[in-house]
Protein backbone atom coordinates (compact mmCIF):
# COMPACT_ATOMS: atom_id res chain seq x y z
CA UNK A 1 0.00 0.00 0.00
CA UNK A 2 1.64 3.74 -1.11
CA UNK A 3 0.78 6.68 0.97
CA UNK A 4 1.10 9.70 -0.41
CA UNK A 5 4.29 10.41 0.57
CA UNK A 6 5.37 7.52 -0.98
CA UNK A 7 3.87 8.67 -4.06
CA UNK A 8 5.11 11.90 -4.13
CA UNK A 9 8.63 10.69 -3.35
CA UNK A 10 8.66 8.57 -5.93
CA UNK A 11 7.18 10.97 -8.92
CA UNK A 12 9.88 13.51 -7.39
CA UNK A 13 12.94 11.06 -7.69
CA UNK A 14 11.91 10.50 -11.23
CA UNK A 15 11.42 14.24 -12.12
CA UNK A 16 14.51 14.62 -10.71
CA UNK A 17 15.98 12.14 -12.94
CA UNK A 18 14.33 13.50 -15.84
CA UNK A 19 15.45 17.02 -15.64
CA UNK A 20 19.44 15.92 -14.85
CA UNK A 21 18.85 13.91 -18.11
CA UNK A 22 17.45 16.64 -19.81
CA UNK A 23 20.69 18.99 -18.13
CA UNK A 24 23.22 16.83 -19.86
CA UNK A 25 21.32 16.48 -22.84
CA UNK A 26 21.59 20.55 -22.95
CA UNK A 27 25.10 20.40 -22.47
CA UNK A 28 26.15 18.43 -24.81
CA UNK A 29 23.88 20.52 -27.55
CA UNK A 30 26.09 23.44 -25.69
CA UNK A 31 23.07 25.27 -25.13
CA UNK A 32 23.82 28.05 -22.31
CA UNK A 33 21.12 27.47 -19.83
CA UNK A 34 21.56 23.57 -18.78
CA UNK A 35 22.39 24.57 -15.50
CA UNK A 36 19.11 25.10 -14.15
CA UNK A 37 17.60 21.98 -15.67
CA UNK A 38 20.47 19.72 -13.38
CA UNK A 39 20.28 22.59 -10.48
CA UNK A 40 15.73 21.42 -10.23
CA UNK A 41 16.98 17.64 -11.02
CA UNK A 42 18.94 17.45 -7.97
CA UNK A 43 16.88 19.24 -5.79
CA UNK A 44 13.76 17.58 -6.87
CA UNK A 45 15.52 14.17 -6.44
CA UNK A 46 16.69 14.87 -3.01
CA UNK A 47 13.45 16.03 -1.70
CA UNK A 48 11.87 12.38 -3.24
CA UNK A 49 14.57 10.67 -1.45
CA UNK A 50 13.69 12.69 1.46
CA UNK A 51 9.76 11.90 1.06
CA UNK A 52 10.19 8.18 0.34
CA UNK A 53 12.63 8.18 3.49
CA UNK A 54 9.92 9.68 5.91
CA UNK A 55 6.79 7.63 4.68
CA UNK A 56 9.27 4.62 5.71
CA UNK A 57 9.76 5.98 9.02
CA UNK A 58 6.20 7.45 8.96
CA UNK A 59 4.93 3.38 8.40
CA UNK A 60 7.55 2.32 10.87
CA UNK A 61 6.33 4.79 13.81
CA UNK A 62 2.45 4.09 12.83
CA UNK A 63 3.22 0.00 13.36
CA UNK A 64 4.47 0.51 16.75
CA UNK A 65 1.75 2.97 18.03
CA UNK A 66 -0.88 0.59 16.75
CA UNK A 67 1.09 -2.28 18.39
CA UNK A 68 0.86 -0.04 22.14
CA UNK A 69 -2.39 0.36 21.69
CA UNK A 70 -3.25 -3.57 21.29
CA UNK A 71 -0.95 -4.34 24.40
CA UNK A 72 -2.63 -1.38 26.43
CA UNK A 73 -6.30 -2.58 25.82
CA UNK A 74 -4.83 -6.37 26.65
CA UNK A 75 -3.64 -5.38 29.93
CA UNK A 76 -7.07 -3.16 30.59
CA UNK A 77 -8.83 -6.08 29.64
CA UNK A 78 -7.04 -7.97 32.03
CA UNK A 79 -7.38 -5.98 34.79
Do not use: P, Q
Not at 2 to 26: Q, S, T
Amino acid sequence: MMNKYLRRGIWLVLLGVAFVLLGYYLMEEDVFKYGWAMIIGTVAFGFGFLYILYSLIRKMDRKAILEGRATDEDVKTEN
